[in-house]
């Protein structure tokens, strides 16, 4: 995805099975981040500190949603044990991620970790890809958000 495209579209579960749809998303700020794989180090860290920074997305008036191949059910227990206020979706069979142009990383074994920031009509405004600095999604996520409050 570049920026000024519009978010793909998209039908797929979250950590509770219910369907999410790009239609849904649509009329609010959004971040949507990737990453490799629940209950792993890099991406727990990752998402606690999406969580200990949330009300700043709330603020924001954006929604917040994690991205992995893993299940619903991975999902959940995931989000009931570090108490992750957003929704986390299951892309079990990749197909979300490759809609969104986010690669493999570290010589093509490991899912990317990506984060992409949209205005409420679904345009991509913020682009961040970094496997290793997982905390640095936070801050370029609500930098871009800031940005485009004040435009």
Known sequence: MNIGELIP?????????????????????????????????GCTKQACSFRDRYSEFEDAGAKVIGVSSDSPEDHREFQKKYRLPFTLISDKNGALRKSFGVENNLLGLKPGRETFVFDKKGKLVHRFNSQIKTTKHISEAINALNRLAES
């Open 9 to 41: 579209e998209f039908h797929v579960p979250d950590q509770d099975c219910n369907y999410w749809s790009t239609s849904d998303l649509i009329g609010e700020p959004l971040v949507i981040y990737f990453y490799p794989k629940d209950d792993t180090p």
